[in-house]
């Protein structure tokens, strides 16, 4: 994370091993790593909306992927997670194009939009 300033340089670890998941939150002011317990992906980090699901592109290996709009500055892909699988119906994600980067995240809930990553 690069802001703001009292989360800066917070940093996660998302791996998957053997079939399981297993994150690791790295946390700059105490110089601490500290596991996420599996079963609260969607409690909020450092008490901020975003959450382990959010950040972990692994939540989302059963989801279907569609190409929204292409043009040459930017692209927009919709993830559409299985049922079940997130609390998301709709995540739509902005790239700029052409060095492909992510630029803004939008996550839906039913039809209603829950929150913007920028």
Do not use: C, H
């Given at each position: 994370?690069t802001a703001?300033?009292?989360?800066k340089?917070?940093?996660l ?5 053997d ?8 946390l700059?002011?105490?110089?601490q790593?500290?596991r996420?317990?599996?079963g609260k992906?969607s409690s ?12 972990d592109?692994?939540a989302f290996k059963?989801a279907s992927l569609?190409?929204v709009k292409?043009?040459?500055?930017a692209?927009?892909i919709a993830v ?8 998301y ?10 060095d492909?980067?992510p ?5 839906f809930?039913?039809?209603?939009l829950e929150?913007?990553?920028?």
């Amino acid at each position: 994370m690069t802001a703001p300033a009292d989360v800066k340089d917070t940093a996660l670890l998302a791996e998957m091993q053997d079939g399981l998941d297993q994150e690791w939150l790295y946390l700059p002011s105490t110089k601490q790593v500290r596991r996420i317990a599996s079963g609260k992906k969607s409690s909020g980090i450092l008490g901020s909306e975003l959450s382990v699901e959010d950040l972990d592109p692994a939540a989302f290996k059963d989801a279907s992927l569609t190409l929204v709009k292409q043009t040459a500055e930017a692209a927009v892909i919709a993830v559409k997670p299985k049922k079940g699988t997130s609390e998301y119906s709709k995540i739509l994600t902005t790239f700029s194009m052409p060095d492909g980067l992510p630029r803004k995240t939008e996550y839906f809930k039913g039809n209603d939009l829950e929150k913007t990553v920028e």
